[in-house]
């Protein structure tokens, strides 16, 4: 079993910036892609940004340029520094972790962006 603990949500001013963490704890092996995803109410989750084992990112083009994703490895960690923060990036952001047995979720963190 593998348990991700996010942190970092909260309500911001358009503009404003934000942190986001997840940290991965228990069966944990090997990790390979590590990713942050979004839902906003009514819409589909959507991929934010995804980064590989060898530290290699993709972005959702709404994003490029203000949000980046970095991992520590020793620490099972993935972050989002969000800057910039518009609006439409208020949704419920989702931590995504991939290993050797399995692909697993957080239990999300709200990101609300005041205008």
């Known amino acids: 079993q593998v348990q991700l603990v996010e942190s970092g949500g909260g309500l911001v001013q358009a503009g404003g910036s934000l942190r986001l963490s997840c940290a991965a704890s228990?069966?944990?092996?090997?990790?390979?892609?590590m990713g942050w995803y979004r839902q906003a109410p009514g819409k589909q989750r959507e991929l934010v940004a995804t980064?590989?084992?060898?530290?290699?990112?993709n972005y959702a083009d709404s994003v490029k340029g203000r949000f980046t994703i970095s991992r520590d490895n020793a620490k099972n960690t993935v972050y989002l520094q969000m800057n910039s923060l518009k609006p439409e990036d208020t949704a419920i952001y989702y931590c995504?972790?991939?290993?050797?047995?399995?692909?697993?979720w957080g239990q999300g963190t709200q990101v609300t962006v005041s205008s």
């Open positions: 228990g069966r944990l092996f090997s990790i390979n892609d």
């Open positions: 980064i590989t084992s060898s530290e290699r990112t």
């Open positions: 995504n972790v991939n290993t050797y047995f399995g692909n697993y």
